[in-house]
């Protein structure tokens, strides 16, 4: 009995060493998919600022959770289905938290290329309705290089009441 116990969890361990070992695949050269960066880096520098800002103050340390590029059908929800339809498929580009995961602020990034489509304004005021009518904190900060970022990250933050 004791022989065929020890078998057993020898082939556990070489099976779970074979499963862990396996290298990660590599995509194929004819895929209509590739990986891509979550964030530009005005994205990117406004994620650490945020994060430094929330981790390093009093008020805020441990309150909140940083969430980027969140669809907003994941967030509000409508009763009202053709509301809903209107921002589902909308990402909002950071989502804060509380500690039990209610939306309490939405930062937009307003980078240079942001203004070039038609339709952009339009955009941005039915992100805006929709969020702050379902009681969230709404701010948009505008950064035209990704080095403004940590300066009018911060400038937005301290502006909230947290």
Not at 112 to 118: E, R, T
């Amino acid at each position: 009995m004791e022989f065929f116990i020890a078998v057993a969890a020898f082939l556990l361990i070489v099976a779970m060493t074979v499963f862990l070992s396996k290298k990660k695949p590599s995509p194929k050269k004819a895929t209509a998919y590739k990986p891509k960066k979550l964030m530009n880096a005005s994205e990117a520098n406004t994620f650490k600022t945020i994060t430094k800002y929330i981790n390093s103050n009093k008020k805020t340390q441990n309150k909140y959770h940083v969430f980027s590029q969140v669809s907003m059908g994941e967030f509000i929800r409508s009763t009202d289905k053709s509301l809903f339809f209107k921002i589902n498929a909308k990402r909002v580009d950071f989502l804060i938290t509380d500690k039990n995961y209610h939306p309490f602020l939405v930062l937009e990034v307003n980078g240079s290329g942001h203004y070039i489509g038609k339709d952009t304004k339009e955009r941005d005021r039915v992100k805006k309705k929709a969020v702050e009518d379902a009681g969230i904190y709404f701010r948009a900060i505008e950064i035209k290089k990704p080095a403004q970022a940590e300066a009018a990250t911060n400038r937005v933050l301290k502006a909230i009441n947290w």
